[in-house]
């Protein structure tokens, strides 16, 4: 330790700068999306913060001027806050939390943007998820869901009441962090009069979810997304409806896809279309990527805006004179804002690529963003003239004292000639012409992307010495459908050989040392850690979290079935291909990696067994394993402490097995 300490010591000395350390994962601020006021002079974002004593995180409202002069922390309380949002007048924000009031759980509060107390707006016994203003400030559109009989609040200082069986009836009927699916509660959009703090349903079907509502631009109408077909548990097939806004409205359905249709939807300003996200057919939902398209409020075909880009796209918001529609475009590496005219056309790129644009918000003629990049975390800049102005500033002071890793684009080509696309890091001070220690960390999904933004974890590794490789497989978004698709119901394969000849890549290079490689994922990252390890043993250390090699075993066990019977057949029909997407674990005698398995016990997207079984394995064989149960956490890893803990333990693991103490 106390070399180490030295050599921290050193390198802050000669740089005058330091390399980043655990200490420095609390100190990092998050922030949130942007929400521009209505007059566009000011702007709402959240910042998460680190509660050391509570072992938790805290999130609280900000707001800083279009001039990025006036920042201003709105709220402070103890249980935190969420999804603020401006009222139509820009007078006052609300925003959601469970801080004590007049009723319990999560409610809307009030808050005059001058400052002084926020009054609780709502008293309702459900859970509220969502919520938007009328133009008139009337009203709210507002997603509730009843409490299942487990949620029912206890009287103070009453007995807590016993558990009750849980009785399952339904196709989909476990979730993470929501549980198991029990009862027949379902989120409802509401219409809730401020006045008489009264909440009443939309629509008049109760057996169906409903989510995400818009006010029309006059306020009478309501578009929302719901699947309603008549087996909706084994569908993916949701609509954008529109209703008038008052109680118990007929709705009606303006889309006609058989896919999913939805995300975040927007009217145009004469209030004559609705923009929303159209995505892949239903058994590609493991590799969905959403295009733009317009639809007639009043009825009519729907149109597709960006099926020439074949990149995802996301957050879409028409311009003020209502002829264009910006959005965000997921492309290789990168995520920026994109324009398109509603006419159709050529998409323009409005920032070039290098860097990841998360969030966007318009108001009286400005538009803030959410940006990152590989060496800068997330903070909100004004975007204007083509360009980016930085608004706020919550990580500078820690990062002007850090000496971080570089990141560079890499292509290669794989074993069958695809080209592949990834991310190389050199550590900090890494001399060139030598060959360091390198990991390949993959990426989870498959449908995402490595990108050009800050990542905590491989520059915490750069800081250790360590090469990084992140490589966008077959499988990653980014590329196009087809690329994306490639992995259709043959998982294992075309993924493993695009990671191998990144490596091998780099190791051509002369950067990577072969004798000192490590490979390591969480979710779909830890499932291909597995499936890499069982084919080629070049890898002296492994880390495979929250990841499965028995596959068979899942069905039934995690949250994918629909994916699975639409993708891969039933078991009990396909019987020989669930062997073949097992091949790590029927294999695992080829096995000699030392490997360490993580998961949270309470995981029901990739449950923990699938963890289990691979570490029971390679114990029968005796080759040098290790199993990190964390009590009480989902798929990801959310308590600071145990978050933490998982850093201390991945360099450990990589350090013990790839850098082994020299013999004095």
């Known amino acids: 330790m106390r ?92 925003f959601l939390s469970s801080r004590p009031g007049k009723a319990k759980g999560t409610q809307i509060w009030l808050l005059d943007r001058r400052g002084g107390e926020a009054v609780q707006m709502t008293e309702l016994k459900e859970n509220i998820s969502d919520y938007q203003w009328s133009p008139d400030s009337k009203r709210l559109a507002m997603v509730l869901k ?23 009836d339904r196709y989909h009927f476990k979730q993470d962090i929501q549980g198991y699916l029990t009862g027949t509660a379902r989120s409802r959009i509401h219409i809730y009069d401020v006045v008489a703090k009264k909440a009443e349903p939309l629509t008049p079907l109760e057996t169906f979810d409903e989510q995400g509502p818009v006010w029309s631009p006059d306020g009478t109408r309501i578009a929302f997304v719901s699947n309603r077909s008549e087996d ?122 290098g860097r990841v644009v998360s969030a966007q918000s318009s108001g009286g003629g400005h538009t803030a963003v959410l940006s990152s990049s590989d060496t800068t975390a997330p903070e909100i800049f004004a975007f204007e003239g083509g360009s980016l102005r930085k608004l706020t500033g919550h990580n500078d002071a820690l990062f002007a004292e850090l000496k971080l890793g570089s990141v560079e684009d890499i292509s290669f080509k794989s074993k069958d000639g695809t080209e592949v696309h990834g991310l190389l890091m050199r550590p900090p001070d890494y001399a060139a012409g030598s060959k360091v220690p390198t990991l390949l960390r993959i990426h989870g999904g498959p449908n995402g992307q490595d990108a050009h933004q800050f990542f905590f974890e491989n520059q915490f590794f750069a800081a250790h010495g360590y090469a990084v490789i992140a490589i966008n497989y077959r499988g990653s978004s980014g590329r196009g459908q087809n690329y994306g698709k490639a992995i259709f119901a043959d998982w294992g394969h075309f993924e493993v050989e695009d990671l191998l000849a990144g490596v091998d890549h780099v190791v051509k290079m002369g950067l990577a040392d072969p004798e000192k490689l490590g490979i390591g994922g969480w979710s779909y990252g830890g499932i291909l850690t597995d499936y890499t390890i069982a084919g080629d043993q070049r890898f002296k250390a492994a880390i495979s979290g929250a990841g499965s090699a028995n596959q068979i075993t899942m069905y039934g066990i995690d949250q994918y079935t629909l994916q699975y019977d639409q993708e ?71 308590r600071p402490s145990f978050v933490r803990d998982r850093l201390e333990r991945y360099v450990a693991w990589y350090d013990k097995w790839m850098k082994p103490a020299k013999s004095n």
Do not use: C
């Open 3 to 94: 070399a180490i300490t030295l050599i921290l010591l050193f390198a802050t000395n000669l740089t005058g700068q330091r390399l980043l350390n655990l200490d420095d994962l609390n100190r990092i601020q998050t922030v949130g999306p942007p929400q521009v006021s209505p007059d566009g002079k000011w702007i709402l974002y959240t910042v998460g913060t680190v509660d050391k004593a509570g072992d938790k995180r805290e999130t609280h409202v900000w707001m800083v001027g279009w001039n990025g002069a006036d920042r201003i922390q709105l709220t402070n309380g103890t249980d935190g806050e969420s999804a603020p949002k401006w009222t139509p007048d820009g007078k006052s924000i609300t």
């Open 146 to 168: 009843a409490k299942e009989d487990s949620e029912a609040d206890a009287k103070p200082g009453a007995t807590p009441a016993p558990p009750k069986p849980i009785v399952l």
């Open 232 to 353: 909706w548990d084994r569908s993916r097939h949701t609509d954008v409806w529109v209703a008038d806004a008052k109680p118990k409205a007929e709705p009606m359905r303006i889309t006609n896809y058989s896919g999913p249709n939805g995300g975040r939807l927007a009217w145009s300003p004469d209030g004559k279309l609705i923009a929303y996200t159209q995505g892949s057919e239903s058994k590609l939902s493991a590799y969905n990527q959403n295009v733009l398209a317009v639809a007639p409020v009043d009825g009519g075909p729907t149109r597709l805006l960006t099926e020439k880009l074949d990149r995802g796209v996301s957050s879409p918001e028409f311009t003020v004179d209502g002829k264009g529609i910006m959005f965000l475009a997921a492309d290789d590496r990168s995520e920026y804002p994109a324009r398109v005219s509603v006419a159709g056309g050529p998409v323009e790129k409005l920032l070039p690529m």
């Open 568 to 638: 891969i057949g039933a078991p009990w029909t396909n019987p020989q291909k669930w062997i073949d997407i097992s091949y790590a674990f029927f294999h695992a005698d080829r096995i000699h990696t030392p490997t360490l398995f993580m998961g949270g016990d309470k995981d029901f997207n990739v449950p923990v067994q699938g963890g289990e079984q691979m570490y029971q394995a390679l114990q029968s064989l005796k080759v040098p394993t290790q199993m990190v149960i964390y009590p009480g956490q989902f798929h990801g890893i959310t």
